[in-house]
């Protein structure tokens, strides 16, 4: 539905509550809930700003088989590409499998982001398909392409279809961001 200034929407007691919470007064804290960035496909689900002003973003793309968290930089008017890691199921938990840190100044690109999330992905697969059980083949490189892809174009929809809110949930208790989104939907 497309709004404009003149648009009135029929007001429910739920949805006044919830846009309520949603758009706070002022002196009113503000929800922690993760808010879904469309030209990055992740959510947001924890900023920190320094007391010099400048402020990191973490944000999170979530999948049935690979969480991937980013941490971004905001220098003055330059955003900063600081950590990617990659985060696998592992029962009801989350664990860490790969880490990359950014150094120097790396400004934000989303092509080279998701570029270096295929290659940690591809690395840690071939590093540990013999462990498995496996070999390492063109299969391999294919199966991780399409998974890093996937998890990559999803959109606010997708991403929580399946377990993904499930996951998403984890991640916010595990993590400690998120708190009032982890128990609103409890």
Same mark, same amino acid.
């Given at each position: 539905m497309k +709004? @404009? +200034? %003149?648009?009135?929407?029929?007001?429910?007691p739920t949805n006044t509550v919830t846009l309520t919470a949603i758009f706070p007064e002022y002196g009113v804290p503000a929800l922690d809930i993760p808010h879904f960035d469309a030209d990055k496909h992740m959510y947001i689900v924890d900023q920190h700003t320094a007391a010099s002003g400048n402020r990191s973003i973490m944000y999170v793309a979530v999948g049935r088989q690979l969480v991937v968290e980013?941490?971004?930089?905001?220098? %003055?008017s330059w955003s900063l590409m600081n950590k990617v890691r990659l985060l696998i199921p592992d029962g009801k938990a989350l664990k860490v499998v790969k880490t990359y840190d950014w150094e120097g100044t790396t400004y934000l690109n989303v092509d080279t982001l998701h570029s270096k999330i295929a290659e940690l992905a591809t690395e840690y697969a071939? &590093? @540990?398909i013999g462990m498995a059980?496996? !070999?390492?083949? !063109?299969q391999v490189c294919e199966f991780v392409g399409t998974l890093v892809a996937d998890l990559l174009d999803q959109d606010v929809d997708s991403? +929580?279809? &399946? @377990?993904? +809110? !499930?996951i998403l949930k984890a991640y916010c208790r595990q993590m400690k961001v998120c708190k009032d989104f982890v128990t609103s939907i409890d």
């Open positions: +709004l @404009n +200034l %003149h648009t009135t929407l029929p007001a429910t980013f941490t971004m930089g905001l220098y %003055h071939m &590093d @540990n059980g496996g !070999e390492v083949t !063109e991403q +929580l279809k &399946d @377990n993904g +809110l !499930e």
